[in-house]
C-alpha cells in the first residue's frame, strides 16, 4: 500500500506540473508562417554592457540594428524582468523575456546574476503563445541547473548555451521540439512546440470512454511513471475504468494522461463499440467524398492486411452509406462483410467517429413520478440507488459504474413503464 501510495503521489507531481510530460517529445511542428527565423543569446556583461553573444543563423542581426533594438532584449527597469516582450520592426517580430537568475555562488567578474534573454525571431503576424511557453520552459530549466550546477555561472557556459540555441532553432523548425543534453546524462531539456489555442481545453473523460491512439507510439525512457505503466493496456478496446484497474493506477491519475494524449493530437476517444451499437452516417461524409487525401488516409486506416489489395474508396462509401437506415452494427457487418473486402469493420468505425462522418445512438434513462424507492420495481431499485436515472448516464456509463453488461441494463430498463429513455447522437 505504502508503495503504490508513493507512486500514485509522484505520477500525479509529473502529469499535474507537466502536461508534455506525458508524451516524452511528442510536438507539432509550426507553419511556414510561424517558424523561426532566428534565435538569439542577448547577456548583459558587466564591462561591455549588453551583448549579442551568440546568434543562429549567424550574422542575421547586424552590429547596427542590434543597437537599435537592444534595449527591448535587456530592459533597464528590473519591473520588466521575467515579462513577454513582443516588438515589431523592420520584417520581423521579436519574442523574448528578460530574465534576471541570481548565481549560487560569487564569480571572478563581480557579478551575482545573471541578466540575459533569449529571442526568438518569427515572421510579422506570427503566433506568440507557442514560443512564450517554450522561453518560460527554458528559464525554469536554466534556474534550477545554476542553482545545482552552476550552470550560468562556470566555465563552459558559452558552449553549452550554443547547442541549446541550435537545437532550439533545428528541433522547433524540423520536427516541433528538441532535446539537448547540459552537464551530464542526468540533465536534459526537453522542449516542444504546442500549437494549440490557449482556450482549448482536454475534453472532460468518463469512466466509460475508449481512448484511441492515432500515433504510432513507441515505449520511451523518457515518458513518465503514467504512461510508462498504462502503455501496455492501451488497445484501441478497454474503456478508461478497466485500463486504471489492470494498470493498478489511480483513475484520475489515467485520465489525466489520456487527456494529455488527446491534447497533443495523439489519441481520440469513443464510446465502446460493440456489435449491438447503433450508426448514423452525417452530412461530414460529402467533406472526404471532395478530398482525396482523406480518402487515402481513411483506406489505409481500415485495411486489414497489407498482403492483400487495399479496398477501394468506392467500396469503403458504400459501407458508410449502409448506416443511414440506424440497424445495429451486427446487422450491417452481418449483410455486407467487410472483411471479405480486406476491410477491418472495427477501424471503420473508428475511422468513422474520429472525422465526424459516424455518430452513435446513445440511451440515457430517466426515472418518471415519485423518487421514494417504494415507487420502483425490485430490479430498478439498484439504479435508483446509484443515481443513474438522471437523465446524464448513459447506458455504457451504467454498466462501467454498476459493473453489470449492456443485456442486463438493457432488460432492465428498455420496457420499464417508470422510466423514460433519452435517444441523442454522439461519439
Known amino acids: 500500500w505504502y508503495q503504490r501510495r508513493v507512486r500514485e503521489y509522484f505520477q500525479h507531481y509529473y502529469i499535474t506540473n507537466n502536461l508534455s510530460s506525458c508524451i516524452g517529445m511528442r510536438g507539432s511542428k509550426p507553419s511556414n508562417d510561424d517558424k ?35 534595449n527591448y532584449f535587456v530592459t533597464k527597469s528590473r519591473q520588466m524582468h521575467g515579462r513577454l516582450i513582443v516588438t515589431q520592426s523592420l520584417d520581423y517580430q521579436t519574442i523574448g523575456i528578460p530574465t534576471e537568475i541570481p548565481h549560487s555562488n560569487a564569480v571572478e567578474n563581480g557579478r551575482k546574476v545573471s ?48 547547442d541549446i540555441i541550435d537545437s532550439i532553432y533545428y528541433g522547433i523548425n524540423d520536427h516541433g521540439y528538441c532535446c539537448v543534453k547540459v552537464i551530464d546524462e542526468l540533465n536534459v531539456i526537453k522542449l516542444s512546440y504546442v500549437n494549440h489555442h490557449p482556450c482549448v481545453l482536454p475534453p472532460i473523460i468518463k469512466d466509460s470512454d475508449v481512448p484511441i491512439v492515432i500515433a504510432n507510439l513507441e515505449e520511451d525512457g523518457s515518458w ?20 486504471a484497474d489492470l494498470s493498478l493506477l489511480d483513475i484520475n491519475l489515467v485520465k489525466k494522461c489520456i487527456q494529455s494524449l488527446i491534447y497533443f493530437n495523439l489519441a481520440f476517444i469513443v464510446s465502446p463499440i460493440r456489435y449491438s451499437n447503433t450508426y448514423y452516417v452525417t452530412s461530414a461524409i460529402q467533406t472526404i467524398m471532395q478530398d482525396i487525401d482523406l480518402q487515402e488516409e481513411c483506406i489505409q486506416y481500415v485495411k ?71 415507487n420502483f420495481p425490485p430490479e430498478i431499485l439498484e439504479y435508483q440507488r446509484n ?41
Open 36 to 70: 523561426i527565423l532566428a534565435v538569439l543569446f542577448v547577456e548583459f556583461h558587466n564591462r561591455i554592457g549588453i551583448k549579442l553573444s551568440y546568434q543562429i543563423p549567424s550574422g542575421f542581426i547586424d552590429d547596427v540594428t542590434f543597437k537599435i533594438i537592444e
Open 387 to 427: 443515481g443513474v436515472l438522471d437523465g446524464q448516464h448513459s447506458y455504457d456509463d451504467i454498466c462501467v459504474k454498476l459493473g453489470c453488461k449492456l443485456d442486463k441494463v438493457e432488460n432492465d430498463l428498455d420496457f420499464c413503464k417508470d422510466i423514460t429513455i433519452i435517444q441523442k447522437l454522439g461519439v
Open 304 to 374: 486489414m492486411d497489407d498482403r492483400n489489395p487495399c479496398p477501394t474508396w468506392e467500396v469503403i462509401f458504400s459501407l458508410y452509406e449502409t448506416f443511414q437506415s440506424g440497424k445495429k452494427l451486427k446487422q450491417v457487418f452481418l449483410y455486407e462483410k467487410p472483411f471479405l473486402r480486406n476491410i477491418n469493420d472495427r477501424r471503420l468505425v473508428e475511422f468513422g467517429l474520429l472525422r465526424g462522418i459516424l455518430k452513435r445512438l446513445h440511451k440515457y434513462p430517466i426515472a418518471q413520478g415519485p423518487s421514494g424507492e417504494e
Open 115 to 162: 541578466i540575459f534573454n533569449i529571442v526568438i525571431i518569427t515572421k510579422l503576424g506570427a503566433r506568440t503563445d507557442p514560443y512564450e511557453k517554450i522561453l518560460k520552459k527554458l528559464i525554469s530549466y536554466f534556474a534550477i541547473f545554476e542553482q545545482e550546477k552552476r550552470f550560468l555561472s562556470s566555465d563552459g557556459k558559452d558552449a553549452r548555451i550554443k
Open 224 to 243: 513518465d511513471l503514467t504512461l510508462r505503466e498504462l502503455f501496455p493496456f492501451l488497445d484501441n478496446q478497454k474503456p478508461v475504468r478497466l485500463l
